[in-house]
């Protein structure tokens, strides 16, 4: 049953996170030098309450329900380690946004954020990685030669260790 709660509020709040990585940077992008004050107000208080108050609590959920979710099925295994680097891109990505955001509110009319179209494609990249990881559970091999994961017969010396 636990596992079955856990499990809803990561997927939701991966959802929200997710939704709002795609969302943040096409606002960010309708900025314009020497627009109007109301609607900089406007779209500068969208984007930073979507950031701060909906996109970050939704990545803290998701990170940390899928932190237990892990140690709840026990699943250590080598593509949920690569998931999780993907996860770190992701994690990049959301504070690459942030400091957009911050950006566009300290620079009112002078800075307009290049084209969103390589973090969204960053974004997608990420994502599907991330699903087909998930969904996929590829068995991936070990990256380490087969020198270092098998023992070579050798035993610990005994008396010379140093105490």
């Not at 939701?12 to 606002?27: D, H, N, Q, T, V």
């Amino acid at each position: 049953m636990i596992l079955s709660l856990v499990k809803a509020l990561h997927i939701a709040a991966l959802i929200m996170w997710c939704a709002g990585l795609f969302c943040l940077p096409l606002m960010l992008s309708k900025h314009e030098i020497g627009e109007e004050q109301s609607h900089y107000s406007q779209l500068r208080l969208l984007t930073h309450r979507g950031y701060a108050y909906l996109v970050t609590p939704a990545a803290i959920i998701a990170i940390a329900a899928g932190t237990a979710l892990i140690f709840l099925n026990e699943v250590f295994t080598l593509w949920m380690f690569v998931k999780l680097l993907a996860v770190g891109v992701l994690v990049t990505l959301h504070a690459w946004i942030g400091h957009l955001v911050v950006l566009m509110s300290e620079r009112r009319g002078s800075y307009v954020p290049r084209t969103s179209i390589p973090t969204l494609v960053l974004i997608s990249i990420t994502m599907l990685t991330i699903l087909f990881l998930v969904l996929g559970k590829p068995a991936l091999e070990s990256f380490a030669p087969d020198l270092l994961r098998e023992p070579l017969g050798h035993e610990l010396p005994v008396d010379e260790t140093p105490i």
